[in-house]
């Protein structure tokens, strides 16, 4: 059974920065995209950013370009995300993604099949 189990998020002001891991057991993603995505109230999931099987290649939103980096470490099956000078309205839940479709957007929700439950990141001005 495949499980991704995000951790890391908390309660911080506007300018601080943490830390999220998602560390993926039943199966191993070596050679599959992984990625961040992110629900605020009210609003629909929205891409993060993504990181390639390798860790070769990452792309980001633009909203948190230059502020988030993503990472993995395959040895350990985890994914990272990185997030720095947090603002307020980077506040959501964020939730690992793994195993996008074939053919299939790395920028969409929908190609990616399997989900961790989320964790809660709440940034105070």
């Known amino acids: 059974q495949v499980q991704l189990l995000e951790s890391g998020g908390g309660l911080v002001q506007a300018g601080d920065s943490l830390r999220l891991s998602c560390v993926v057991s039943?199966?191993?993603?070596?050679?599959?995209?992984m990625a961040w995505f992110r629900q605020a109230p009210g609003k629909e999931r929205e891409f993060v950013a993504v990181?390639?099987?390798?860790?070769?290649?990452?792309s980001y939103a633009d909203s948190v370009k230059g502020r988030f980096t993503i990472s993995r470490d395959n040895a350990k099956n985890t994914v990272y995300l990185l997030m720095n000078n947090l603002k307020a309205e980077d506040t959501a839940v964020y939730y690992c993604?793994?195993?996008?479709?074939?053919?299939?957007?790395?920028?969409?929700?929908?190609?990616?099949?399997?989900w961790g439950q989320g964790t809660q990141v709440t940034v105070s001005s």
């Open positions: 990181v390639s099987g390798s860790g070769g290649f990452t």
């Open positions: 039943g199966r191993t993603f070596s050679t599959s995209d």
């Open positions: 993604a793994a195993d996008r479709r074939y053919g299939r957007s790395r920028y969409q929700a929908s190609a990616y099949d399997y």
